[in-house]
């Protein structure tokens, strides 16, 4: 889903022109932020929001999960993706770009429908959740990583991508232990 709004995104900026990508994304006046590109500034943006997800549905996990898998799997995500937005947060001030603090609206409802399962059902979902999410995050990151203009934010991607591939084996992993 992330892909999708990327494409959409960047097809749009590259439509309205560098005039609409400063009224959308805010003009910065960073030096630094001279090379940053809409891919850039959406991963970003998007890498913190999907930290946030991570948070939030980690606390989710340990709230309701009393599987071992699927408690490892949530204080994982806790842990590494709380330290990830803080990263990506400081990366993003040094080059103007708005810190968003909550996650987006399709991830919210995707919360919402999870923290409504209880039990194994509860711990399949969240699994499989994960599982998908991490593959789709990876996918992301590596195209940042491909593709991104600017090296800081280049160099954070790929920083990111063996915390993604551990994330994605243990959601694999509790996804396994409850089929």
């Known amino acids: 889903m992330k892909r999708i709004a990327v494409v959409v995104s960047a097809c ?3 439509v309205a022109g560098p005039a609409a990508a400063a009224q959308v994304h805010g003009s910065s006046s960073s030096p630094r932020a ?3 590109s809409a891919l850039d500034r959406h991963y970003l943006v998007s890498s913190m929001q999907g930290d946030l997800f991570e948070v939030s549905g980690g606390r989710i996990a340990l709230r309701l999960s009393r599987n071992a898998a699927v408690i490892k799997l949530a204080r994982t995500l806790v842990k ?3 330290q990830a937005y803080n990263d990506d947060a400081k990366v993003a001030r040094t080059l103007g770009v708005e810190v968003p603090t909550s996650t987006t609206q399709s991830q919210l409802w995707e919360l919402k429908i ?3 399962l209880r039990g194994a059902t509860f711990n399949h979902w969240f699994a499989s959740l994960e599982a998908g999410d991490h593959e789709q995050d990876i996918s992301e990151t590596t ?9 800081e934010v280049v160099l954070d991607a790929k920083h990111s991508l063996p915390m993604l591939n551990r994330h994605l084996n243990l ?3 509790a996804l ?4």
Do not use: I, K, W, Y
Not at 176 to 179: G, H
């Open 171 to 173: 959601a694999r992993a």
């Open 80 to 82: 590494d993706h709380t």
């Open 12 to 14: 749009a900026l590259a």
């Open 176 to 179: 396994r232990a409850n089929p």
């Open 34 to 36: 001279a090379g940053l």
């Open 114 to 116: 999870v923290s409504s």
């Open 143 to 151: 195209e940042e990583v491909r593709s991104g203009s600017l090296a």
